[in-house]
């Protein structure tokens, strides 16, 4: 089994900066890329930055400047920078690991529960 715990959401008024954590944890063997979704309410779930192999980052249009993603291999791990956080930026954020596990030979998607960010005065 794997499982996939964030931690960092909150509540942050517009302009502070959270920052999140993920840590992957279970039969293990590859990490393929982490990444961070969100979904605000209303709305479809939405890529927010993604980090694949040995550090090769991408990032939606809405987080470029504010967002970094980072990752420590060595503790299955993934953070996500937030900075100038805006009232927009509210929903809940998802994280996600492509991974191959010790019992199974193919990659396998994983999500982790979510945690709330909340951008408010």
């Known amino acids: 089994q794997v499982q996939l715990v964030e931690s960092g959401g909150g509540l942050v008024q517009p302009g502070g900066s959270l920052r999140l954590s993920c840590a992957a944890s279970?039969?293990?063997?590859?990490?393929?890329?982490m990444a961070w979704y969100r979904q605000a309410p209303g709305k479809q779930r939405e890529l927010v930055a993604i980090i694949i192999g040995i550090g090769s980052t991408n990032y939606a249009d809405s987080a470029k400047g504010r967002f970094t993603i980072s990752r420590d291999n060595a503790k299955n791990s993934v953070y996500l920078q937030m900075n100038n956080l805006k009232p927009e930026d509210t929903a809940v954020y998802y994280c996600?690991?492509?991974?191959?596990?010790?019992?199974?030979?193919?990659?396998?998607?994983?999500w982790g529960q979510g945690t709330q960010v909340t951008v408010s005065s």
């Open positions: 279970g039969s293990i063997r590859n990490i393929n890329a």
């Open positions: 996600y690991a492509e991974l191959t596990t010790t019992y199974y030979r193919y990659a396998e998607n994983y």
